[in-house]
């Protein structure tokens, strides 16, 4: 609330997580970080943050009783405190952690594409982008997508999903048509992240093109909500949700859309060489097999869609290449000759 003069200044629990997130980059980049430290270790002292559970506000036996939602939060702040184990030895010691939630989510339900009132697509997919930044520690390491074959499985079918939502808003058909940026962009984050590229895999370019098409001439990415019901429309439910503009929105909120979208959008290079990666890739490397999260539990739902017609497809694709190519022309106008 920075403009109306107003700042809510963090304190215990907050703060400490804070503190946990920016040591890490101040270490990483050889920057001094002496002040914050001190004050994440008075924290720790002072707010009993030994107990593993009083630090992330859970305990293991509670997971099944922590949303989707929740969990999206919870498990970076435990990626956060795993990450720092290896910069911090011994600082700031876990009870459990990674281990433990990760064996969890072999048992946890989740559900495909398309989206549903009761938002359990839309749930299910942020928590499990967030395990796939959890396992590269927000892109510190390539991921394998052998390693997880059902979340690098999922993130694409959820990919092709908003594209599939996006051909429409974009060729005409549902002008109002929601479509996740947010949403799009991890998913597309998640298969860079897997050492993919544009040139090499043909949804990472047709997803990269679809975000680029919704970039609005100042470069930001515009922030939908759903309008209505989100699945159900006159009963047809292949049609998808419908989206609006909000006239208010937190910071956040209008920020995230085109953050997500410009981290999606950029080139990997993992680098090895900063503090704590190669160590991440061995711990995470003994973490998956030990906890044998490549294999799940319980088998993810998926909704079976109807065929579109021959006609009908050729009439998407032909709208859908002149906007790509608008925006191909667009790009190549602005580029330095």
């Keep these: 609330r920075c403009s109306d003069g107003i700042r809510e200044e963090p304190s215990g629990k907050d703060l400490f997580m804070q503190l946990m997130y920016l040591v890490r ?41 922590v949303s989707d939602g929740d969990w999206v939060v919870l498990i970076m702040g435990i990626m956060a405190m795993e990450f720092n184990q290896l910069l911090f030895p011994k600082r700031w010691p876990l009870r459990w952690g990674l281990r433990e939630a990760f064996t969890y989510f072999r048992t946890h339900a989740y559900k495909g594409p398309p989206y549903d009132d009761g938002y359990k697509f839309h749930d299910s997919f942020y928590l499990i982008t967030h395990i796939a930044f959890a396992v590269s520690a927000y892109s510190a390491i390539k991921m ?23 051909d ?29 590229t544009d040139g090499g895999d043909r949804l990472l370019c047709s997803s990269a093109l679809t975000l680029l098409a919704f970039q609005r001439p100042d470069g930001s990415w515009p922030y939908w ?22 006239k208010e929105a937190s910071h956040y909120n209008m920020v995230h859309p085109t953050w997500t979208a410009v981290q999606s959008l950029r080139d990997r290079n993992f680098e090895y060489d900063r503090k704590g990666n190669a160590q991440w890739a061995q711990y995470m490397d003994k973490l998956l097999k030990q906890t044998n999260l490549r294999k799940l539990d319980v088998r993810i739902v998926y909704e079976k869609k109807r065929k579109k017609s021959k006609a009908s497809l050729l009439e998407d694709r032909a709208k859908v290449k002149e906007t790509t190519d608008s925006v191909s022309t667009s790009a190549s106008s602005a580029s330095p000759s």
Excluded: H
């Design 168 to 196: 429409r808003r974009l060729s005409g058909k549902e002008p109002e048509q929601l479509v996740d940026i947010d949403g799009l962009a991890e998913a597309v984050d998640v298969m860079r992240g897997c050492g993919l």
């Design 225 to 246: 909500i759903l309008a209505g019901g989100a699945a159900d429309r006159k009963g047809e439910k292949d049609r998808g949700p419908l989206a609006r503009e909000p």
């Design 144 to 166: 394998n997508t052998k390693d997880v074959p059902w979340l690098f499985d999922y993130c694409r079918r959820s990919c092709r999903y908003w594209v599939q939502m996006a």
């Design 25 to 65: 980059c101040k270490e990483e980049m050889d920057l001094d970080t002496t002040e914050m430290l001190a004050t994440a270790d008075a924290l720790w002292k002072e707010s009993g943050f030994s107990d593993t559970s009083e630090l992330f506000g859970v305990s293991p036996g509670d997971f099944p009783n």
